[in-house]
């Protein structure tokens, strides 16, 4: 079992900087993968971000240039930089643990977090 703890969610303004931080504690040997998902009120839940140990990146399009995400293995914990903070970024976001799946370039996530909410303000 994965267990993933949270912090950083709140309220900021449009332009803005937050920055979401994630842990994962218990068997994290099963684990080369963390990222974030988001779910906007009346959207789908989308993967914004995701890293694996070996580097591999991927971000939704609406983030590139202005979201970041990091992993120190050491400590299995994963940060979100999150820029330039735009209105559209209002979610709840949940941090995620898992594998990636080299023979589908897909990160295959099956730890979830409980979700922080993010709002920004215009």
């Known amino acids: 079992q994965v267990q993933l703890v949270e912090s950083g969610g709140g309220l900021v303004q449009a332009g803005g900087s937050l920055r979401l931080s994630c842990t994962a504690s218990g068997s994290t040997f099963s684990i080369d993968a963390m990222g974030w998902y988001r779910q906007a009120p009346g959207k789908q839940r989308e993967l914004v971000a995701a890293i694996s140990d070996g580097g591999r990146l991927k971000y939704t399009d609406s983030v590139k240039g202005r979201f970041t995400i990091s992993r120190d293995g050491a400590k299995n914990r994963v940060s979100l930089q999150m820029n330039s903070a735009k209105p559209d970024d209002t979610a709840v976001y949940f941090c995620?643990?898992?594998?990636?799946?080299?023979?589908?370039?897909?990160?295959?996530?099956?730890?979830w977090g409980q979700g922080t909410q993010v709002t920004v303000s215009s």
């Open positions: 995620c643990a898992g594998r990636y799946a080299s023979s589908a370039a897909y990160f295959s996530m099956t730890y």
